[in-house]
DNA sequence: CAGATTTAAGACTCTTTTGTCTTAATATAA
DNA sequence: TTATATTAAGACAAAAGAGTCTTAAATCTG
């Protein structure tokens, strides 16, 4: 798998989030349930993502999560940073750590323009863009069970 | 990480032998200690390759392991696919299994001209291409040690 | 044949990731 | 104030990945 699980379901919770009409806090025993996720393991990924500041959180009734900033301003780079680390897809494709622009591996150069798209990608894809797409029915996130 | 551990050193490990001149088999403890992988480890992985026919070995004195094919009939991708499974970056970048052509999640169409392109990357390297970078001093796989 | 060399196979351990459970802290509402 | 709802935190357990070790089987050499 390319990313985490953890990972996985930060970035899906974070959608949900995004998609929420209104912009009270949504409890997370809510989101567990619609995407199914085990709430305590969602509740540890959501601490992860509050302590980053990209959610905010509230507790007693009525809490629960909300984004910290506006949806078009956290990529998911800003997500998977938060959770996986840095440079989600390591430097090197062989996992050679001597292997550099000074002193590449025979697949390094290949490799980079392949790193850079998928850097691309996460820096430019937002929440709000994967909100709207989501829940403009044209996926829906709510529906899926995994195996 | 891009790839397993396993695979990284399956890669490696496969890199050296064709790299060699001699047609020899090559004593896996040759390959570990020159590419500082713990012995029994890179046994169970090159059991592997062999037992999918990327390899072929000979056991007793002068025995060990050599390329079952020509190097330039060897990609990455038969590598990768004999230890990690097909399909080394999952179908969905988010992990969601009900994600296809058909049903695509909002990264869907992205992702694939990605995903293709690694795919195609992995398809046309193949051994004969990687052992000649390396050996050409370009880059020396047995200087390496990790972290 | 006897001994040395080398892969094969599988049990076992250690570490990381994933997931569960319990308790504490904070907030709301009656 | 008391009960209820909710996140925070951390201990604990299960599963998967990585790595070690022991024994068996095959092959060569003298």
């Known amino acids: ?7 996985d379901y930060g970035i899906r919770a974070a959608i949900f989030v995004a998609g929420r009409k209104d ?5 997370i025993g809510e989101i567990s349930e619609q995407l199914n996720i085990s709430f305590h393991f969602l509740t540890k990924i ?4 509050t302590q980053e500041s990209i959610l905010k959180s509230y507790r007693g009734s009525n ?3 909300a984004l910290a900033r506006a949806a078009h301003l956290i990529s998911l780079k800003d997500i998977v940073s938060a959770i996986d680390g840095d440079n989600p897809f390591g430097a090197c494709l062989l996992g050679l750590n001597q292997c550099s622009d000074h002193n590449p ?8 323009l392949i790193r850079k798209k998928m ?7 937002t929440l709000a863009k994967l909100a709207t797409a989501t829940t403009a029915k044209r996926f829906r996130l709510t529906d899926l069970t995994e195996p």
């Open 23 to 27: 912009q009270q806090f949504t409890p």
């Open 63 to 65: 809490g629960g999560v």
């Open 46 to 49: 959501l601490q992860r993502l």
């Open 119 to 125: 850097e691309s990608l996460f820096e430019k894809t």
């Open 1 to 7: 798998m390319m990313l985490s699980k953890t990972c």
């Open 105 to 112: 591996c025979p697949l390094h150069e290949q490799w980079n």
